[in-house]
């Protein structure tokens, strides 16, 4: 017989503790009390859960005197934490110890974002020491040099040929590295200012479905974040074939401090290359950053850098001369190319929690940006006497601001994520110029000359919502942007302008099947914006051209040692880019589209050997051509990427890594083909007591690759009629180098 006494004793008691249930508030760090971020903190009573902040601040709802609390992240041993009555009143601090990275601990649903998970895995278990590596380490990205590391990289993604940025945001510690109305390309990103032993993080997303992003997220974002401290300092050495040197010096300032941290990174590189004509090419960045927490774990950090780059350059060199023998693959037409480029940076960045449930993060960033540039790429079409080199100069400031708050509540009983921010950007360019050239210091003719002034204000809000299994995140951001140009060409004062407002939506939907088993679905409207000059002189309308996307995909672990991710994925494009080699420029063109799948595997095979391959295939086509006609130059339709390291074996490390891309169409009806290539590169390092012995074998079977390649019409000074064919920059043939480092 039913008790009701007993039931009605049970109901007060649960109700009783539904009443005294609370909040605990913590703080994670490491054993240098450095805050960790994305810590899953999960109450084993209770089920409520929390990740931390980038300040290692956690807050977790639903909590009892007595529960136990888990508390772990990928590389750190887990811990378990009982409460007692005082932890519900105070902040917790908790510490965390590192230990060796095991990917069998890894819980696809305890994890922020599984993707930047994985690629947070890449870095952990093969870190990146150059600048070339560092986009490297997002999944199905290619990359190809014009000028041994002069020039900002080319970039292949999900079916584009990115050229140097117009379809990916990059970004670092939230500064913009794309620049608006480039004096080279639209979007161009030169991420050279990065030191790679300074990067701690790498956030990614593909697709234009984040409303924190805007301007060029239409392919993808990438964002990395720099280092808020150094574990120690050390000074390394590195020398290789073709007079390659490079010396590195990371010095920490403030050891054993809870509350500050300070270093400073210096790194010059000099490098002649394997070509005929040496390139000179050298390179300085100096980097500093400081880092404070105050009593309340607000975060205030203050990064000041500065790189300077210099080259001499033999160009893309037509097929035909290599064939007939006039030339080697690393001869030259024009060895006058080449150029100077230089960036200086402030960012000073700030968190701040407002109240228990919200938080404020703000940045604001100065930069001025130098670059000239002499290329020659159709050699003697245009101009038969002096050639047809061309001279690309600005002198660039920029500024800008970026604030988000986020909040945490609750929708029906259900956690709800709020976030909503402002920013803004500003461009200013002096004397942005295209000019014909002869041997790098005669101007015969300035074809554009003119100061540049672009604005771009945006605001967003998303939310995320929890109910069971399903996360459901809308969002929306709006953009406006004002550009100005100054044509210092034209017969009378003229100041151009044009204004223009982009609305971008965006829905993700993510369903965890099981602990180990996300599936998702994203969509969202991206944009990028036209180059100033174009802009202004365009009244149809074509200013900011959208990009439609969905991605329909999964995540998953089969085994405890094993995870991957896969995606079917659209794309549609208003308007394309094209490379336009007589000018050296690319231009706007059509409508265009892409589908295509992406293949991730990551796995463990103990605790010092990892293995990882990235596979993508894409079919990439124009929509307003005819079918026999309607390829997309150099869109790359099947890539693979990956490796094996091996890490922490008896003081052992290194590891190879492959990339492979396929023959692809050079130009739009597939008459003429860009060669494919599969390169292997190796390195091996050993450490003892503060030494650590290094040596790395980029293109270890010595193949004879191209790294970038165009369809391009020439004419050579001995030649009667004009030639289109492949015009290619040679890969690196076996490169050896060997470094030293010392821990100070």
């Excluded at 009983?413 to 976030?419: G, K, Q, T, W, Y």
């Excluded at 130059?633 to 190879?656: E, H």
Aim: charged share 20%.
């Amino acid at each position: 017989m039913i008790d009701l006494k007993q039931i009605g004793f049970l109901g007060c008691l649960l109700f009783c503790i539904a009443i005294n249930a609370q909040q605990v508030k913590g703080v994670v760090t490491d054993e240098y009390n450095q805050p960790l971020e994305a810590v899953y903190i999960y109450n084993l009573n209770t089920k409520s859960h929390a990740h931390t902040s980038e300040t290692g601040v956690f807050i977790n709802d639903n909590n009892n005197d007595g529960d136990s609390l888990k508390i772990g992240l990928l590389g750190y041993k887990t811990k378990i934490h009982v409460l007692k009555r005082s932890d519900l009143d105070t902040t917790l601090a908790i510490t965390l110890s590192e230990k060796v990275f095991q990917l069998n601990e890894m819980v696809i649903a305890e994890t922020l974002d599984a993707l930047n998970t994985i690629a947070q895995i890449d870095l952990n278990t093969n870190p990146v020491n150059s600048s070339q590596e560092v986009l490297r380490k997002v999944p199905g990205l290619i990359i190809g040099q014009h000028a041994g590391g002069g020039k900002a990289e080319q970039i292949f993604l999900r079916g584009f040929d990115i050229d140097h940025g117009t379809d990916v945001a990059i970004s670092v510690d939230g500064m913009p590295v794309n620049m608006v109305s480039h004096a080279h390309g639209q979007g161009y990103s030169d991420l050279h200012f990065v030191i790679p032993e300074t990067i701690g993080k790498i956030n990614f997303g593909k697709g234009s479905y984040y409303a924190e992003q805007g301007d060029f997220n239409t392919a993808a974002y990438i964002d990395f974040e720099t280092k808020n401290c150094l574990k120690e300092s050390s000074v390394s050495m590195s020398l290789g074939r073709f007079n390659a040197l490079r010396t590195l010096g990371m010095f920490n300032f403030l050891e054993n401090n809870k509350r500050e941290n300070a270093y400073l990174a210096v790194e010059y590189i000099e490098n002649d290359g394997p070509f005929v004509s040496p390139q000179n090419f050298n390179r300085l960045n100096v980097f500093s950053k400081y880092v404070a927490f105050s009593p309340n774990n607000d975060k205030l950090a203050l990064s000041v850098s500065h790189f300077q780059s210099r080259w001499d350059a033999s160009g893309q060199i037509p097929q035909r001369e290599v064939d007939n023998g006039n030339i080697s693959r690393f001869g030259a037409i024009d060895d006058t190319e080449g150029g100077y480029t230089e960036r200086s940076n402030i960012n000073v960045a700030y968190s701040k929690h407002l109240s228990k449930n919200k938080k404020l993060k703000t940045n604001a960033f100065y930069s001025h940006y130098g670059f000239e540039l002499y290329s020659n790429f159709t050699f003697f079409l245009e101009d038969p006497v002096n050639g047809d080199q061309i001279k690309q100069y600005e002198n660039r400031n920029l500024f800008g601001l970026n604030t988000a708050i986020s909040q945490n509540t609750t929708l029906w009983n259900n956690p709800l994520h709020v976030s909503y921010g402002l920013g803004f950007r500003y461009d200013a360019t002096n004397n942005t110029e295209l000019s014909k050239t002869k041997d790098r210091k005669t101007v015969i003719e300035h074809v554009q000359l003119g100061d540049i002034n672009q604005t771009n204000i945006d605001a967003f809000i998303g939310v995320e919502g929890e109910f069971g299994k399903f996360k459901i995140a809308p969002a929306l951001r709006l953009d406006y942007f004002k550009f100005l140009y100054h044509d210092k060409l034209a017969n009378e004062y003229a100041l151009a302008s044009q204004t223009k407002m982009v609305l971008s939506p965006k829905l993700n939907v993510f369903y965890n099947a099981n602990s180990n088993l996300q599936w998702y679905l994203k969509s969202g409207i991206g944009f990028h914006s036209n180059d100033t000059r174009v802009v202004v002189g365009n009244q149809r309308g074509e200013i900011l051209p959208k990009s439609y996307g969905l991605d329909l995909g999964t995540i998953w672990k089969p085994g405890s040692k094993f995870i991957l991710n896969t995606a079917l994925w659209y794309l549609f494009l208003e308007q394309e880019f094209v490379y336009v080699g007589d000018a050296g420029i690319v231009e706007p063109s059509g409508e265009t589209e892409r589908f295509g799948i992406d293949l991730g595997l990551r796995y463990q095979y103990n605790d010092w050997l990892f293995f990882d391959s990235d596979i993508t295939y894409t079919k990439a086509r124009s929509i307003e051509e005819p079918k026999e006609a309607n390829y997309i130059p150099l869109a790359p339709d099947f890539t693979i990427s990956g490796g094996a390291s091996i890490k922490n074996l008896k003081g052992f490390s290194g590891g190879f890594r492959y990339r492979y891309i396929d023959d692809r169409s050079a130009n739009e009806n597939n008459t003429i083909v860009a060669k494919g290539y599969f390169v292997t590169d190796f390195n091996a390092n050993y450490s003892f007591k503060k030494l650590k012995l290094g040596v790395t074998i980029e293109n270890l079977f010595n193949v004879a690759w191209n790294e970038t390649q165009f369809a391009t019409v020439s004419r050579l000074q001995n030649e009667p009629q004009p030639v289109e064919e492949i015009h290619f920059t040679p890969g690196t043939p076996f490169f050896i180098k060997g470094t030293i480092t010392y821990k100070l």
